[in-house]
């Protein structure tokens, strides 16, 4: 390794990696690749927002060149870590996989002080430069002899969030005293681009593309009531609500009513943005994973793209709304594979682009398959289903072309939903009414089951 110290003396390194491949190789670039490119690109100086941090605990007995070893390991293995990004005259996205590649390697005695936390802070959030750096930084905290933790950052041009779990789990594993050679094959992401340029992949796109076009020109518009707004500067805030109740809620919900967790907080959440909006049918954009094979769960890049949901809300009650957030969903997931650059000027010459919150508001339940609790046999009583706990902050980071969004994560055995927004659209107090509406939303239907 090469090292530099720096004045508040932590070391940068950069560790040296060198694949089978002797040279480097272009590649087209994948669908998703290619929105997240554009995506950044909206951003500007502000896309850190795409940098996603993992981290990993390391024993002591576990030496610094051990765990960078493993980490050389993962490079090696998956291609999306040692890919440059670049851009032709016409805006389309080429992954240059590179042969040998230097990682570059934070090294920090410990996190316990402020210059240290400063120092994994701002390594973790720098920006990428995807022409000429590998989307891809490592920080290493603590000393030989003692407890260390290994913290990734990782670009979404790299990964999504569960190609980046994928990598972690592996890389976890060999840590562990895995043998390397136990893993089965990875799908690399040229090869995920050679069937997206195919024939099937381009038949594939088209019956996507033919559902979007359809489906937008028959969804009425959608326009947030001007009572909702409340214009701040900065413009665009953001709620976080924790809920400890929650997680059992929607796992005694979705045992009851044979769906799944996320179909019970999209159906919360449909129902809250047809109050915003005004419309029985309202429309989101619902981040869908497109992870759909056991191939697909081997391959380390970005596969998510949006998938156009609507729901009619107007119905008669939560159990017959949830029959229909199933069924729009999976038409939305079977629609959510496309080549976006012809989704986006198809939209355009079709006249299907009348109405912005069409493709302005976004839904990610980003907890992973695995997340729900023990269903026990007892309904909690109407005191144990306390609502969480809500705050408002303004943000200034820029967000794009996005107006509203909801992500929902896990946190330990909480629930994590942030509400994000555009005030001209739904100011401060809106967004904390909204946030506790899907949460009243969900405890009330518990309530009822009960009862019932």
């Not at 005293?177 to 050679?194: D, K, T, Y």
Request: charge should be negative; charged fraction near 25%.
């Amino acid at each position: 390794m090469s090292t530099k110290t720096t004045p508040d003396q932590h070391r940068d390194e950069f560790l040296q990696v060198r694949s089978a491949e002797t040279h480097d190789q272009a590649f087209p670039g994948t669908w998703a690749q290619q929105a997240f490119w554009d995506a950044m690109k909206a951003l500007g100086e502000d896309d850190h927002q795409f940098n996603l941090s993992q981290s990993v605990d390391i024993g002591g007995d576990i030496s610094a060149a051990e765990a960078f070893e493993a980490v050389a390991w993962m490079v090696r293995r998956h291609e999306s870590f040692r890919t440059l990004f670049f851009e032709d005259s016409e805006g389309r996205v080429t992954q240059q996989v590179q042969g040998t590649v230097e990682v570059p390697v934070r090294v920090l005695e410990s996190d316990a002080d402020a210059d240290q936390t400063d120092a994994e802070t701002e390594w973790v959030s720098r920006r990428f430069r995807h022409v000429s750096e590998i989307p891809l930084r490592v920080c290493l905290i603590g000393l030989d002899g003692g407890p260390k933790r290994l913290v990734l950052s990782i670009s979404h041009m790299c990964a999504d969030l569960f190609g980046i779990r994928i990598a972690i789990g592996e890389l976890t594993d060999v840590l562990g005293g895995a043998n390397p050679l136990s893993f089965p094959c990875p799908v690399q992401p040229r090869e995920v681009a050679e069937f997206q340029n195919s024939d099937e992949g381009k038949t594939f796109s088209d019956r996507a593309v033919a559902y979007w076009i359809r489906t937008l020109l028959d969804l009425p518009a959608m326009r947030v009531d001007p009572g909702f707004s409340d214009h701040r500067e900065p413009r665009f805030w953001q709620g976080q609500l924790s809920s400890g109740s929650l997680p059992r809620a929607l796992t005694l919900l979705s045992s009851r009513f044979g769906v799944s967790s996320s179909v019970v907080l999209l159906s919360a959440a449909s129902l809250v943005l047809g109050e915003l909006t005004g419309t029985t049918r309202p429309s989101l954009m619902l981040m869908c994973g497109n992870r759909i094979n056991a191939a697909d769960r081997r391959n380390v890049s970005p596969r998510v793209l949006e998938g156009l949901f609507t729901v009619n809300v107007s119905c008669d009650g939560f159990a017959e709304l949830l029959k229909r957030t199933w069924r729009s969903s999976l038409t939305s997931y079977r629609h959510s594979q496309y080549n976006k650059v012809d989704l986006l000027s198809e939209i355009q010459s079709s006249g299907a682009d009348r109405c912005r919150l069409h493709r302005t508001v976004f839904y990610n339940d980003a907890r992973m398959g695995g997340s729900e609790s023990p269903v026990t046999a007892e309904w909690p009583t109407d005191e144990a289903l306390r609502p969480g706990e809500c705050d408002v902050r303004a943000l200034t980071d820029n967000r794009g072309e996005e107006d509203i969004a909801l992500h929902v994560h896990d946190d330990g055995d909480r629930l994590r939903m942030t509400f994000t927004a555009d005030t001209e659209l739904v100011g401060p107090q809106a967004i904390e009414d909204s946030l506790r509406e899907i949460e009243r939303i969900i405890l009330r239907a518990v309530k009822h089951c009960r009862r019932s």
